[in-house]
């Protein structure tokens, strides 16, 4: 656990200095890099940008700027970073504002630390993590929003190979990496190669992205 964990770079934002400091503490011990800390939202912000996180831990309930505010902000000036939202409120509209926002996975503070050490780990490879329950209602409204009139379409479709095309099938019907390893007997690296060259070819940020993409090309009603 820790020869992966310590590969990994995390920034941990809560207001609360017990709080925040316990996760930092309990990420820590478990290998993870823990490489800044921040109370407020401006300042999670200026300190994304100079600490260069892979993983940000972040609270929603912030002073100076709203959690998914910094959320927007972190994603917008670097892509590459996943955010993991840990925050009190269960609530659909924080969970689907903070989605939104850019946010990879959300679970809210009753947690247990090995739940909250595997969501660091598995948001860290891109895998979508939520508290129970709250998966399918993300999912839910990545269909409704596909409902919406498209905009206007430019240029050619991207082509996708019919591989990255069945992994996108699967993306879009909420499996995790390991789960579509699994299914296509493939190593889980594959399925992250995968995934990242159909990103470039979409011109897409991040896996929430990727999910309303293809739920909007109707790609998760082609698989049972």
């Given amino acids: 656990m820790t020869d992966h964990a310590a590969q990994v770079r995390v920034m941990v934002v809560d207001d609360h200095p017990m709080w925040r400091d316990g996760v930092s503490r309990d990420l820590g011990e478990a290998g993870f890099a823990i490489v800044a800390t921040a109370g407020d939202g401006e300042e ?13 831990v972040l609270d929603l309930n912030l002073p100076a700027l709203p959690g998914a505010e910094v959320c927007r902000q972190i994603v917008t000036a ?7 939202v840990l925050s009190a409120s269960g609530e659909h509209a924080d969970v689907l504002e903070a989605v939104k926002s850019g946010a990879t996975g959300y679970l809210v503070k009753s947690a247990g ?14 895998d979508p993590v939520f508290t129970p329950g709250l998966a399918g209602l993300v999912l839910g409204e990545f269909r409704r929003l596909a409902t919406e009139p498209p905009a206007a379409a430019t240029g050619a479709a991207p082509q996708l190979t019919p591989r990255e095309t069945e ?14 390893a699994d299914r296509l007997v493939l190593s889980h690296r594959t399925v992250q190669n995968h995934v990242q060259n159909t990103l470039g070819k979409l011109q897409l940020h991040n896996r929430v992205e990727l999910v309303r ?7 998760d009603d082609d698989l049972s």
């Fill in 213 to 219: 993409y293809a739920i909007e090309q109707g790609l």
């Fill in 113 to 126: 630390r090995d739940e909250l050490i595997d969501a660091v780990r598995r948001t860290a490879v891109g």
């Fill in 44 to 56: 999670a912000v200026r300190r994304a940008r100079a600490s260069s996180p892979q993983v940000v």
């Fill in 78 to 84: 670097d892509p590459t970073v996943r955010v993991l």
């Fill in 167 to 180: 992994v996108l099938r699967l993306v879009a019907k909420g499996l995790s990496y390991r789960q579509i």
